[in-house]
């Protein structure tokens, strides 16, 4: 049977809604009740919280949702590889704007934890094993966020072309 906690995260990460019944304006209250509860989840339940995004979330409550993961997640958690992996295979579905956005809110260390060398890895290893065509379309698509986001996250392109002209551009 399922827990109350886990019905309000599923509903949180599938409607960006703290409250079921509430359709106006998010308060304060309401926004830091959802983050609190995503904390817990991260802390206590990681891999519910994984579970939970891969199967309800939004596509907008993502890039929040692994950033408080990276950010309050177990260390023993987050160093085990399979679970690494798993975290990095959501973060291949994201784009430059997401990415942007988990790494900065990990650099603002809002959520605890820093943008420390493992989630640089992670979106590393995410940015450098896109294709060409990937890499063009986030490039000609998210110029401004793919920038940012390589000087956040230096990735090591093996292209040439387009990304090398980009970059010396900058």
Do not use: C
């Amino acid at each position: 049977m399922k827990k109350e906690w886990q019905d309000r995260l599923n509903q949180l990460l599938e409607t960006g809604r703290y409250n079921k019944s509430d359709d106006g304006e998010i308060s304060d209250l309401e926004v830091r009740l959802a983050i609190e509860l995503i904390k817990h989840s991260a802390d206590i339940y990681p891999d519910y919280l994984l579970q939970s995004i891969v199967i309800v979330a939004s596509f907008d409550m993502i890039p929040l949702s692994l950033s408080i993961l990276l950010a309050k997640g177990p260390d023993k958690y987050l160093s085990n590889p399979i679970k690494k992996n798993n975290i990095s295979h959501m973060m291949s579905h994201l784009n430059p704007e997401q990415l942007l956005e988990i790494a900065e809110n990990l650099q603002s260390k809002v959520f605890g934890r820093g943008l420390g060398s493992r989630p640089q890895k992670m979106i590393r290893k995410v940015m450098e094993n896109w294709s060409d065509m990937v890499l063009e379309e986030y490039v000609l698509k998210f110029n401004k966020e793919f920038i940012i986001l390589s000087k956040i996250i230096h990735p090591k392109f093996k292209k040439d072309g387009l990304i090398k002209i980009l970059m010396e551009e900058e």
